[in-house]
């Protein structure tokens, strides 16, 4: 098999410069406090924020969350995402049917797993425990899961409404008094996706159809490389694993290496 070619010193420098693609100065204008290095300022998030951010489309507004990796999804990421998905499945829908593959996010958006000292747990039992209370509604809460309680665990499973980036939302539940940790609760294995990215301005899909064995990994990948143009989408090509890899895969693995850790991205 054909060897695989580094990254290109100028998908580098994009991937470094993502964050600022997606950012803007209300998300962006805390930075990090001299005064604390290791627990900068999280950025001021407000409910006309989060309100703002109910986009209809929910697997554009999850393509957006997870390409500008924020809290909340960017509205003009969203826009581009929604209308470059409507015309890619209208181009290709009945041609390439890779394109009818639903984008996942990689972890449960809108969730978290918190944990808590033995005395956060008393007072959460007691139902004296508030430090989260503003934070509960202010990111709009769902549900509290303590099932975990009663099986002698030391966590509790938060949801919330909406769409939030539960690695951004368990920032702020970490700081809390009585909380040890908290994290996104990640899926298992490996599955088939469609990876979105912006490359000149222009959106691209990876479409990723994976079988076998993939609770540990997928065995097997076909990918499907489309590129938008003035009008419409372009097919740039496709390429199976383990067959000789094309020219277009290193710039067409961009999302793909970003989204997941991989062999094929070396």
């Known amino acids: 098999m054909a060897l695989i070619r580094s990254f290109t010193i100028s998908l580098f420098i994009f991937i470094a410069l993502l964050a600022l693609a997606c950012s803007n100065s209300d998300k962006n204008n805390s930075g990090t406090g001299p005064d604390d290095p290791v627990n900068p300022p999280l950025p001021v998030i407000t409910p006309a924020m989060i309100d703002s951010a109910d986009f209809a489309d929910s697997e554009s507004a999850l393509m957006a969350l997870w390409y500008c990796d924020e809290l909340l999804p960017d509205g003009d990421t969203y826009i581009m995402f929604r209308d470059a998905l409507r015309d890619l499945r209208r181009d290709y829908w009945h041609d390439y049917p890779e394109v009818k593959i639903r984008f996942m996010f990689p972890s449960v958006p809108s969730q978290i797993i918190v944990y808590l000292t033995d005395s956060a747990i008393t007072e959460f039992r007691n139902g004296t425990y508030n430090a989260w209370d503003s934070l509960n509604t202010l990111f709009r809460l769902k549900s509290i899961d303590s099932l975990p309680l009663l099986e002698e665990m030391n966590h509790v499973r938060i949801s919330f409404e909406g769409r939030l980036h539960p690695d951004h939302l368990a920032l702020y539940y970490k700081r ?3 909380v040890t940790n908290a ?5 298992d294995g490996d599955w088939p996706n469609l990876y979105p990215w912006i490359l000149d301005d222009k959106v691209t899909f990876l479409a990723r159809d994976a079988w076998g064995d993939c609770m540990s990994g997928c065995i097997e990948s076909h990918f499907f490389y489309f590129k938008q143009a003035d009008t419409g989408f372009m ?6 694993y383990w067959t000789p890899v094309p020219d277009w895969w290193e710039e067409g693995r961009a999302a793909f290496c970003a989204y997941t850790t991989s062999s094929f991205c070396n």
């Open 183 to 187: 994290e996104a609760i990640k899926f």
């Open 235 to 240: 097919y740039i090509g496709d390429w199976q």
């Open 176 to 178: 809390l008094p009585g």
